[in-house]
């Protein structure tokens, strides 16, 4: 291994065509390229099974307390929902700009779209802070001083939604939403890194890997929270 | 680099982000019609195509070159589908309960 390695140090030395942003286990750039996103491919085929799970707690507790959790559903503002979706697609777009700006070496744009995408994600948690206030002044926060009293049931006049059960929706509402910050908070650390990066201008057409494998992690943010906005949001709003 | 000179990507960006904005605009208003039971049919349909739309096009698994990306992307929905579907199996044919 070491006279290995000596070897190929070696051979670098002497100046020998060899691409500085190639690794030695790699034929071309190509399959470094192809290896590199697919790792990232696997671990995110993890993370679905870990929102997985939660969505299908989800959706048998949907089944067992449609009313419940459409009245709870309804006390949630739509508005800040619709908006934050709206957020998170903008920053997707200018995710897909940065990574094409890396690919074709254009530095300013490249930090451009690093910072808005930063910004946007930023104002994504802070709608997502405002929506969750709200939650704690109607005390529709799980635990000791959760009331959830007298709320009707759509559809169903008379009927009042059982506060346990409207619990439950908010318990599932904190966990996925909560969870789901928590990946915007580590894809925000993981920009501010490319940023870093991207102003020493360390990227070139040739090694974007951490752009294009940031991007992807982006992306997978944005497609759950593309299912939670429905599911959480939008469970019975027809007047 | 060859992979690189090819047509500008950017209007296929563009189309899909304004597919996506139209998407999320479409979900709220169905949201707003009584569809009764096809209510979350619909709203699930329309988050499907979006997810769909974001991970073929800027996620760019149309396009990969190396198989085993995709193959990795539909193991991950087999999985998925194989806990959804078959927890629902045994939940959603509970009569006695």
């Known amino acids: 291994m070491a006279d290995n390695s000596a070897a190929a140090v070696q051979v670098n030395a002497h100046g ?6 190639l690794l030695h286990h790699f034929a071309e750039p190509q399959q470094q390229r192809d290896a590199a996103s697919l790792g990232m491919w696997v671990f995110l085929a993890t993370e679905v099974m870990f929102f ?5 707690a989800y959706l048998v507790y ?28 903008c920053s997707s777009l200018t995710v897909v700009l940065a990574v094409w700006a890396a690919q074709t070496a254009r530095r300013t744009l490249l930090i451009v779209s690093l910072v808005i995408t930063m910004l946007l994600g930023v104002t994504f948690l802070g709608i997502k802070g405002i929506e969750y206030r709200e939650k704690f002044v109607e005390h529709h926060v799980p635990g000791a001083s959760f009331s959830f009293d007298k709320v009707p049931i759509p559809g169903h006049p008379g009927q009042y939604a ?22 915007m908070i580590i894809g925000l650390g993981i920009f501010l890194w490319l940023l870093t990066m991207a102003w020493k201008g360390r990227f070139t057409p040739e090694w974007h890997t951490p752009v294009e494998i940031g991007g992807l992690y ?18 019975d709003r027809h007047p | 680099m060859s992979e690189h000179s090819k047509s500008s990507p950017l209007p296929t960006y563009f189309a899909v982000f304004f597919a996506l904005l139209v998407g999320t605009a479409l979900t ?24 769909t739309l974001v991970a073929l096009f800027f996620m760019h698994v149309k396009g990969a070159s190396e198989k085993l990306t995709k193959l990795v992307v539909i193991a991950a929905l087999f999985f998925l589908l194989l806990l959804l579907g078959l927890t629902m199996t045994d939940y959603a044919t509970r009569l006695w309960s």
């Open chain 2, 28 to 51: 709220v208003y169905a949201a707003t019609l009584d569809l009764g039971k096809y209510n979350a049919a619909v709203a699930l349909t329309i988050a499907s195509v979006k997810a």
């Open chain 1, 218 to 235: 982006w992306h997978f943010v944005d497609i759950v929270w593309i299912y939670l906005f429905p599911l959480l949001y939008l469970i």
């Open chain 1, 52 to 56: 997985g799970g939660l969505f299908c």
């Open chain 1, 16 to 21: 020998e065509a060899h691409n500085p942003a």
């Open chain 1, 162 to 183: 059982n506060p346990r059960h409207a619990q439950l929706f908010f318990s599932l509402y904190f966990v996925m939403t909560g969870l789901h910050a928590l990946h």
């Open chain 1, 62 to 89: 949907r089944r067992w307390y449609f009313g419940d959790f459409a009245a709870a559903s309804k006390t949630i503002n739509m508005g800040y929902g619709a908006t934050n979706t709206a957020v998170l697609i």
